[in-house]
Structure formats: C-alpha cells, structure tokens
C-alpha cells in the first residue's frame, strides 16, 4: 500500500530517519486516506524524544505547548506539524488525562492506547502501513471499535463515548455491538468531561451527514446525565428519532440546525399542528431550561440567537398577514425571518414526505405566500422600524417632547404606519403626533 504523503511531510519523516529514528503518520490522516478522504492535518509520530526533535529541527521555529505530554511542533511554510513522541500513558485520573506519560520506543504499544481502530493505524513509505488492530477491517465492515476492551479505554477518557458516536455520523458507520454495549453501561462518565469539550464533539454531530446518530445520545442517557431533555416520554422520543434527518436539509450552520432540533425536541409527540401554541408552552415550561444550548457551552449570540427565535417557529403560518409580519420584521429582522419560515417548510415537506397528509402541503403553500409578503414590503420600501420613519427624535424634541416621551411616541407612530404604510411621511407624522 502507497499513500501520497505531502513534501513537508516526507521531508520530516526523512529527516528524522536521517538522525536514526521512526517516524510515521499516524491516526485520523491514515483513516482519511484509506477513505479516500483529503486530511485537513498530519499528526505525526516518533521514536524520538521531544528534546532530541528538537534538536533535529533546530533551524525551523517551533511551539512547545504539549511538550509535557511528548508533542511539539515544527513550524514549515506557516504550518505547524505535530510531532509526539511514542508513549504509553499511565492510570488515568477523572477519566479524562492520564495521571503520567512514559515514552517508548515500541510504535505498537503507542498504538495500542489509542481510542477506535480505525484511529490506531501508522504509515510511513518506508515500513508500509501498520494496522495491528485490524483498522482496515472495521473500515471495510463500517464499523467503530474500540482498541482492546471498551470499557478500559471509556474509563481512560470519557470522552471517547461521544466520539464514538461523532465517528459514528461522520463516516456513516455503525458502533460495534461491545463498543455499542460498553457506551449503554459506562454512559454517566460523561458527567466527569467539561461541557467545553463535550459541546465540540456535539456539533460534529449535528453538523455531519448523520445527526440522526444524536439518537444514542437519548438512548443512552448521555443527555439524562447532562440534563438534557430529561424527560421525554416515549411518544415524544419515537417522534423525535424519526425526523432527525430532517437536520441534514439545513444549511451548514450550526445555529440553524440546532434551532431546527430544539423545534423538533418541542414538538415531540404531538404531531397536531393545530396545538402549536400549546407545545410552544410546554415547551418553555419543560425543555427550554434543559436545552442543548442552555445546557452546554454555547457562546451567548447562539444562545440568544436559539431562544429568541424558537418561539417565532411556532407562529400559525395562517394568522401572518402583512402587519404581523411587519412587527416579527421589527423584532427579528428579515433574515433571522426567512430563516424560521424555511426552516419551518423543511419540517413541513419532511412530515408530507411521512405522512401525505394535505394539511402539509398547505403549510408549505402558506409558507411561500408569506415569504412573498416579506419580499413585498422589502420592494415597497415599507417601514417596520423607528429608524424607517420619516421623523425622529428631532423632530419630537422641536414639538416639545423630552426623555423616554420620544421613545414612546415613536413607537406609536410606528405601530400606526406599520398599518397603514401611507401614512410614512413627515406631514401625516406630524399631525398623528399631535393627535395621539
């Protein structure tokens, strides 16, 4: 087996051979190329110790951050190649980082620490391909499976039980039933990693080919140990697992796709459209404190940015006519506006798709009428904001007005011309100021 490694790359395996030691690439680049998949990186391991590649690259810049753990960096046209030094790492602590790391000379015993097979190959051009643990195999068969016993290597670092799963929908593959069992039994240590490094992992999932793999995160109470939607019935859970690929219709933005999961996680078993108003309250009572990004480590524009427009996503398409339309304008703008409306068609054609219903097809009509209608108040040039008046504040201060009075009496004059768009001009604004 030949693999086409970059020039970079060659030339810092070569020259660690030249000074008389191992080097290969080493884990997911091994896995990606078997895949026919391009790397984004190279991680490359070694037999020597981080002082002496140190020493071999001492004419190159480097980064020492890791070298702790064995790991520095060599600085090659702006890009930093990681290289680690073989390592067997002791009883791990928090189940998380190991308590010490010890080096060796042994690539087979770096290998074996690792999570899933399909991460436990090595390469170099000079030895061939090192897959000890049957990587090729698991990929061949789709499979995810841990290295040696599942549950050693979960207890080593809880975070392999959601990789698993992020494995799991990247490439597509089913977890191998040990694996699958171990992460049913061993699920709780989930509560020991940060929400951090937990929330990283999350968003793979969402954002891959198969976020319908979120599903063992329900099944296997990892969510329950996050307080997470924590308590779903199974009507609800049933109803949730089988539009998860719906998310996939999304575009690649993990806000959109996380609103879009939050409105399935409220809607769960009920599947009336008609009682929208009473899922969004059951919703705000019982799942909003316990949603993915309330819970995890969002940074606050997503979390604003979910919570304030899941309860726009449960507005009847039937009662938005151009008023109401107009003030979701002013609250949310049009883009955050357009978004909800197709998100909320995605969902429709999905539910069409299932169950062929005619009350889907004519959501899906209402939903393009609407769109229609912001794009005419947009073409008008119709006003929905204080700032689309044809007055401001300076105006009101020369009638007399002063302090938070100006503020409230654009808002009235707004609301009025949101009505009646005529109504837009200086004259009319005037006279309606002097009125109200």
Same mark, same amino acid.
Request: proline share 2%.
């Given at each position: 087996?030949?693999?086409?490694?970059?020039?970079?790359?060659?030339?810092?395996?070569?020259?660690?051979?030249?000074?008389?030691?191992?080097?290969?690439?080493?884990?997911?680049?091994?896995?990606?190329?078997?895949?026919?998949?391009?790397?984004?990186?190279?991680?490359?391991?070694?037999?020597?110790?981080?002082?002496?590649?140190?020493?071999?690259?001492?004419?190159?810049?480097?980064?020492?951050?890791?070298?702790?753990?064995?790991?520095?960096?060599?600085?090659?046209?702006?890009?930093?190649?990681?290289?680690?030094?073989?390592?067997?790492?002791? %009883?791990? +602590?928090? /189940?998380?980082?190991?308590?010490?790391? $010890?080096?060796? @000379?042994? *690539?087979?015993?770096?290998? !074996?620490? =690792?999570?899933?097979?399909?991460?436990?190959?090595?390469?170099?051009?000079?030895?061939?391909?090192?897959?000890?643990?049957?990587?090729?195999?698991?990929?061949?068969?789709?499979?995810?499976?841990?290295?040696?016993?599942?549950?050693?290597?979960?207890?080593?670092?809880?975070?392999?039980?959601?990789?698993?799963?992020?494995?799991?929908?990247?490439?597509?593959? %089913?977890? +191998?039933? /040990?694996?699958?069992?171990?992460?049913? $039994?061993?699920? @709780?240590? *989930?509560?020991?990693?940060? !929400?951090? =490094?937990?929330?990283?992992?999350?968003?793979?999932?969402?954002?891959?080919?198969?976020?319908?793999?979120?599903?063992?995160?329900?099944?296997?109470?990892?969510?329950?140990?996050?307080?997470?939607?924590?308590?779903?019935?199974?009507?609800?859970?049933?109803?949730?697992?089988?539009?998860?690929?719906?998310?996939?219709?999304?575009?690649?933005?993990?806000?959109?796709?996380?609103?879009?999961?939050?409105?399935?996680?409220?809607?769960?078993?009920?599947?009336? *459209?008609?009682?929208?108003?009473?899922?969004?309250?059951?919703?705000?009572?019982?799942?909003?404190?316990?949603?993915?990004?309330?819970?995890?480590?969002?940074?606050?524009?997503?979390?604003?940015?979910?919570?304030?427009?899941?309860?726009?996503?449960?507005?009847?398409?039937?009662?938005?006519?151009?008023?109401?339309?107009?003030?979701?304008?002013?609250?949310?703008?049009?883009?955050?506006?357009?978004?909800?409306?197709?998100?909320?068609?995605?969902?429709?054609?999905?539910?069409?798709?299932?169950?062929?219903?005619?009350?889907?097809?004519?959501?899906?009509?209402?939903?393009?009428?609407?769109?229609?209608?912001?794009?005419?108040?947009?073409?008008?040039?119709?006003?929905?904001?204080?700032?689309?008046?044809?007055?401001?504040?300076?105006?009101?201060?020369?009638?007399?007005?002063?302090?938070?009075?100006?503020?409230?009496?654009?808002?009235?004059?707004?609301?009025?011309?949101?009505?009646?768009?005529?109504?837009?001009?200086?004259?009319?604004?005037?006279?309606?100021?002097?009125?109200?």
């Amino acid at each position: 087996m030949r693999i086409n490694l970059p020039k970079t790359v060659e030339f810092i395996i070569d020259t660690i051979y030249e000074n008389g030691y191992e080097a290969f690439i080493v884990g997911g680049c091994v896995r990606d190329f078997i895949l026919g998949i391009s790397p984004n990186d190279y991680d490359i391991t070694t037999s020597a110790n981080p002082e002496k590649i140190l020493d071999i690259f001492n004419n190159f810049k480097t980064t020492t951050n890791g070298i702790k753990h064995g790991t520095v960096g060599i600085v090659i046209d702006n890009n930093i190649y990681e290289i680690t030094t073989y390592r067997i790492e002791s %009883e791990y +602590e928090d /189940n998380r980082r190991p308590k010490e790391v $010890k080096f060796t @000379k042994n *690539i087979i015993e770096d290998l !074996k620490r =690792r999570d899933f097979t399909i991460n436990a190959m090595a390469y170099n051009y000079k030895v061939g391909l090192i897959d000890e643990f049957e990587g090729i195999k698991d990929i061949n068969q789709k499979l995810i499976r841990t290295v040696g016993n599942p549950d050693e290597r979960f207890n080593e670092d809880g975070l392999r039980i959601i990789r698993a799963i992020r494995f799991s929908s990247k490439l597509g593959f %089913e977890i +191998e039933e /040990n694996t699958l069992m171990s992460i049913y $039994k061993n699920s @709780k240590l *989930i509560k020991n990693i940060s !929400k951090e =490094r937990i929330t990283d992992e999350l968003n793979k999932i969402i954002l891959s080919n198969h976020p319908e793999k979120i599903d063992l995160l329900y099944k296997s109470n990892i969510f329950k140990y996050l307080n997470i939607y924590d308590e779903f019935n199974k009507n609800e859970y049933d109803y949730l697992s089988k539009n998860l690929p719906i998310i996939t219709k999304c575009n690649y933005k993990i806000e959109e796709r996380l609103l879009l999961l939050e409105y399935l996680t409220a809607n769960g078993g009920i599947n009336n *459209i008609n009682k929208q108003h009473e899922q969004f309250k059951k919703y705000k009572n019982k799942i909003k404190i316990n949603s993915i990004v309330n819970r995890l480590k969002y940074s606050n524009k997503i979390i604003d940015y979910c919570n304030q427009l899941i309860e726009y996503m449960f507005i009847q398409e039937e009662t938005m006519n151009k008023v109401k339309i107009k003030k979701i304008l002013n609250k949310i703008g049009m883009e955050n506006c357009i978004t909800i409306l197709i998100l909320k068609k995605i969902y429709y054609k999905n539910m069409l798709d299932i169950s062929n219903e005619l009350i889907y097809f004519n959501k899906c009509i209402l939903i393009d009428e609407c769109i229609n209608k912001i794009n005419n108040v947009e073409k008008n040039k119709e006003c929905y904001t204080i700032r689309g008046l044809e007055i401001d504040g300076r105006e009101l201060i020369k009638l007399g007005y002063s302090g938070s009075e100006i503020g409230i009496k654009l808002n009235d004059l707004l609301q009025q011309v949101i009505k009646n768009p005529n109504l837009n001009n200086k004259k009319d604004l005037i006279n309606m100021v002097k009125e109200l």
